[in-house]
């Protein structure tokens, strides 16, 4: 009888440990795949619910559920807010319970779990064992027998915990389980650090995105996202389903700034925008284009409908309130509107630039009022100011109508000028200078571009020939970017004209660059081995991608001049600005910042280490080595290396 009653004792110990062994092994196991499960599921949020259900399991447990802390510091408190969470019985499950979000450790009477946490230590046991101010919510409202809480860390950080709820047993824990269910709160303490860099860096991405595709100053879609736009819309267009591209540009714009000065121009383009925004009703769309030029694309229109538009538009200065920065100047502004009907039959670049020319003529016919470019006349006759600048372009280089100005970069740190930017000017037949705003976009447009650009390395390899001391940087249009016959003919010309290669840079525009890398590769690889160099014009005005700018071997990045004029007033423009100045420099790039218009952006600008500058600060642009130039350029040395002094 003793020997039988020994052997069933031994039998019932042999169970009780192989259950043992299960039910650490279950818990283990369960660990093991909800840690997987963080570390491997795309969505954060399915893979916390995924892995608290698994740890349910494991663990025999009723409920899990994670809770986020918040710190208040004016208040000094510490917040707990119900996140997450699983039961055993579906219906039973509140993730985000409104009843426990933002609750006080110290008035719930959880004080005593709060300094165990930072302490890193865990809340276990039987609920009748623990503090009566913790026993009313957690056993009589939520009927927990025992429960352990594990708190949560990030980058040493309390983030919050997680909890696991026994609502049937008075179930003491094991040290075992204390350890398996602190490494996962130490696994979901690294997936909520991973979740939150990468949530981090989609808000970047967003920003930066949004950077790209909308305006600086208006805040409304630019060019780049008015050209993505325009194009889907000519894809899905057709002569029974017409929609309507409207150029909308403000009368002598250039009369509001030489008058009350850039600061007046900028808050009256952002009044415009602000009253296009609520004229044009999505899906519509409204955009600036650049400088006072403003676009509006039309999901679905006719004639009729777009000119209604066009014509309430029109009106848009006599909207009460809408113009108060030109309250009290005596001035009326008005605008030209150009339509453009869209069938598909045209390419979005030919929409875009007929709607342009169209505006131009009716800016031409007396301003304020609109014109539409009907299907019937198509033919250039309808544009017969485009049709003109045209003409004079053709014929320019022949007749001498083209001209060189240079604008000095000034070392910003040692007070001298760097080298030259050489500017295309032209001149019409009345010996009238024509604005490059009003010219270059033409000449891109109909294919004019290639042979203007021939004409300004030519033009920069002769001056260069003649003063022996100077360094020019030339503008490449993003037109001719990629054209390998001009390429071929820019290195034979500076091979053939005796000019050493370093005297000779290039400039490019950020959207040309993005447009097509590969052949800017290309360009800048063959024209850096001769020993050119390169700057990337208008930075931060293009994409939200800088990846580039590790594949491409430029010199200068210039910092658009948007943002440099409006670091004295706008924090986020100062910041944007040392950003990309700090990010050319981890590349081993200089900068040069563009629209540098008074003393004390140079200051701000030298502050930050800004290497070059250039700007109305030291003078306009002026004709390529007339008899005046020197002088005015000693005079430019003389102010910077003042500057420099003080």
């Given at each position: ?228 736009a325009l194009a889907q819309a000519v894809e899905a267009a057709a002569p029974d389903r017409t ?404």
């Amino acid at each position: 009888m003793t020997l039988y009653n020994s052997s069933a004792a031994g039998t019932a110990k042999e169970n009780d440990l192989e259950k043992a062994l299960q039910k650490q092994e279950r818990l283990l196991y369960g660990v093991t795949c909800a840690t997987n499960r963080l570390l491997t599921r795309q969505s954060f949020g399915e893979a916390v619910e995924d892995a608290l259900a698994i740890l349910g399991r494991a663990v025999d447990v009723d409920r899990v559920y994670l809770f986020e802390n918040t710190w208040l510091p004016d208040q000094r408190e510490w917040l707990m807010s119900h996140r997450q969470e699983w039961c055993s019985d579906p219906a039973r499950a509140h993730p985000f319970h409104p009843q426990l979000q933002n609750r006080s450790y110290r008035q719930s009477g959880f004080q005593r779990w709060l300094d165990t946490f930072l302490q890193g230590g865990l809340i276990r046991g039987l609920v009748q064992d623990f503090p009566e101010s913790e026993q009313i919510p957690l056993h009589m409202h939520h009927k927990i027998c025992s429960l352990i809480a594990v708190p949560i860390f990030t980058d040493d950080q309390l983030w919050g915990f997680i909890g696991f709820d026994d609502c049937r047993l008075l179930r003491q824990w094991t040290p075992q389980e204390e350890a398996a269910l602190s490494t996962v709160a130490y696994s979901l303490g690294g997936a909520i650090k991973h979740q939150r860099t990468l949530d981090e860096q989609k808000k970047a991405e967003e920003r930066l995105r949004h950077m790209a595709s909308h305006d600086f100053l208006t805040g409304i879609p630019n060019r780049y996202h008015l050209e993505m736009a325009l194009a889907q819309a000519v894809e899905a267009a057709a002569p029974d389903r017409t929609k309507a591209l409207l150029f909308v540009d403000i009368d002598n714009f250039n009369v509001i700034n030489d008058l009350l000065g850039h600061d007046v121009g900028d808050r009256l383009l952002i009044a415009l925008a602000a009253v296009l925004r609520r004229k044009v009703i999505p899906p519509n769309m409204v955009a600036r284009l650049g400088g006072d030029e403003f676009a509006v694309l039309l999901s679905a229109a006719d004639e009729e409908t777009a000119c209604q538009v066009a014509d309430e538009l029109l009106r848009w200065d006599q909207e009460e309130g809408s113009m108060p920065v030109l309250s009290g100047q005596g001035l009326r502004l008005t605008t030209s509107v150009g339509i453009v009907l869209i069938d598909g039959a045209m390419s979005p670049q030919q929409v875009l630039a007929r709607a342009g020319t169209t505006m131009h003529l009716a800016k031409s016919m007396g301003r304020g009022r609109r014109l539409i470019a009907r299907a019937d006349e198509h033919g250039l006759n309808r544009l017969e100011k485009a049709q003109q600048l045209i003409d004079l372009l053709k014929d320019a280089a022949e007749e001498g109508r083209f001209s060189l100005f240079f604008m000095p970069i000034v070392n910003l740190q040692e007070g001298s000028v760097r080298h030259h930017e050489a500017l295309l000017r032209l001149s019409d037949r009345k010996g009238r200078w024509i604005s490059p705003g009003e010219f270059i976009p033409v000449a891109e447009n109909f294919g004019l571009m290639t042979d203007i650009d021939r004409w300004v390395v030519g033009e920069a390899l002769r001056i260069l020939r003649a003063h022996p001391q100077l360094e020019l940087y030339i503008n490449i249009s993003g037109e001719s970017l990629g054209d390998m016959e001009l390429l071929q003919f820019i290195t034979g010309a500076i091979r053939s004209s005796g000019v050493a290669p370093e005297r000779l840079g290039f400039e490019i525009t950020e959207t040309a660059v993005v447009r097509d890398l590969i052949k800017a590769q290309q360009w800048v690889g063959e024209l850096k081995k001769l020993g050119c160099s390169f700057a990337i014009d208008d930075f931060g005005n293009g994409y939200s991608s800088f990846s580039y700018l590790f594949r491409l071997p430029v010199d200068y990045i210039k910092i658009d001049g948007a943002y440099v004029r409006a670091i004295e007033e706008n924090p986020e423009s100062m910041a944007l600005v040392k950003g990309i100045n700090d990010l050319a420099h981890s590349l081993g790039k200089r900068t040069i910042a563009e629209y540098v218009e008074n003393e004390q952006i140079w200051r701000r600008l030298k502050a930050m280490g800004i290497e070059c500058g250039q700007g109305y600060y030291w003078g306009a642009p002026r004709p390529a080595i007339e008899e005046t130039y020197c002088g005015w350029l000693a005079g430019v040395m003389d102010v910077a290396k003042a500057g420099v002094e003080k």
